[in-house]
């Protein structure tokens, strides 16, 4: 079977049960935890994939990479894909579930690029811009790239608006090119 179908299979059957709870915002956070974990250390993956690992071991790695203190559902599925010999395809598990939520609560993901950090008020602003146009809630990414000069460049979905200083350089070069 495709990791990506099993993947989705699993998150999707977590989403359901964290939903019944009503935790599924704690599972969110702790997958997210997880994703993180398995990107910020290459090194996770193939200590989880190694096969003469310790299940209980693999296990109590996947809850602290997980965050440590966790819901007793993600702890029972961290154990439940150990046991099923699952623990290889977690990491896709946890960005599915991930997407999964995502889509459920109507969540959007935008990133803001400025040339120099922005206050909280600009931040919030630009925030409810994109919330207003895609009707639902914005996980708003701030980023400093000094190399765009001024302006900004606004991300979410397949947008992206491009008000850099930067950008508009480009287009003049360009024009005066031609």
């Known amino acids: 079977m495709e990791i990506g179908v099993i993947s989705v299979r699993y998150a999707r059957a977590l989403l359901k049960c964290?939903?019944?709870?009503?935790?599924?915002?704690?599972?969110?956070?702790?997958?997210?935890?997880?994703?993180?974990?398995?990107?910020?250390?290459?090194?996770?993956?193939?200590?989880?994939?190694?096969?003469m690992l310790d299940k209980n071991k693999k296990k109590s790695l996947l809850?602290?990479?997980?965050?440590?203190g966790l819901t007793p559902l993600t702890k029972r599925f961290i154990e439940l894909v150990t046991d099923e010999d699952?623990?290889?395809?977690?990491q896709f598990m946890a960005a599915s579930y991930i997407t999964l939520y995502r889509k459920q609560k109507n969540i959007t993901?935008?990133?803001?690029?400025t040339a120099v950090p922005v206050?909280?008020?600009?931040?919030?602003?630009m925030r409810k811009?994109?919330?207003g146009r895609t009707n639902g809630t914005v996980e708003f990414q701030t980023e400093v790239q000094p190399d765009i000069i001024g302006g900004y460049i606004l991300e979410y979905d397949t947008y992206r608006l491009d008000a850099s200083i930067q950008n508009?350089?480009?287009?003049i070069l360009s024009q005066l090119s031609k």
């Open 86 to 90: 699952r623990e290889n395809t977690i």
């Open 18 to 51: 964290a939903t019944e709870k009503g935790i599924e915002k704690d599972v969110y956070q702790e997958m997210q935890t997880l994703a993180q974990s398995f990107i910020k250390v290459p090194e996770l993956r193939f200590t989880i994939d190694n096969p």
């Open 109 to 113: 993901r935008g990133r803001l690029i």
């Open 168 to 171: 508009q350089l480009r287009n």
């Open 129 to 131: 811009k994109v919330e």
């Open 63 to 68: 809850a602290t990479a997980a965050g440590g």
């Open 119 to 125: 206050t909280p008020e600009i931040e919030s602003k």
